[in-house]
């Protein structure tokens, strides 16, 4: 048997190399250029970049304002609103949540603390324990803007700020309740 000649391969293995490294300093540089992709400079930021590309929160954003439209009226008339994130969620899915729906219920806790006036810690609701119950004013979530930053950036008209930070985003929303055991309670 003869021996395979291997030097047109060797040549373009050897050559390749060089020709990627040319290749994506070339895209590299046409991204750069290109004015149809200008990505706002937010958009770097790691924790927006996760909030815009999570298609869960964008999705379970979607679902909650729809619940809080569909609440409006009963929050109005009622002067306001409580529930669980449970309760939502058997709204949202039309089945009580099992262990397996962990993250969404994260997601949902994280938008309904967004949404309400208040929430409280471990407490009853309805007879039995929970690990929260949100409280919604009158008019608490009808002109909020939305958590999910696509949402926002779907929703957004000419010359809204999109990525400002709403008032009071970073405000402790926690209710305490009244203690028998505090000084002032």
Known sequence: MGLLDLSALTDVVS????????DVGDVISRLRDDDALEVPIE???????ANYMNDDLYEM???VREFLKRTRYQRQAKGGYKTTA???FAWIYGRRPSAGDGSVCRIL??????????YTGPTT?????V??????????????RPYSLRLRMEEAKDGDKVFKPGPGHD???RSHGRRADRKDG
Not at 109 to 118: F, K, M, V
Not at 125 to 129: D, E, I, P, R, Y
Not at 131 to 144: A, E, I, R, T
């Open 61 to 63: 954003d979607v679902k």
């Open 125 to 129: 609701f309805q007879g039995k324990k």
């Open 43 to 49: 958009l770097t930021d790691l924790d927006l970049w």
């Open 15 to 22: 050559t390749r190399g060089q020709r990627r490294d040319e």
């Open 86 to 88: 449970s309760v939502v």
């Open 109 to 118: 806790h994280e938008l309904l603390r967004y949404y309400c006036t208040s």
């Open 171 to 173: 405000a402790d929303k």
């Open 131 to 144: 690990q929260c119950v949100y409280c919604f004013s009158k008019f608490s979530g009808n002109s909020k």
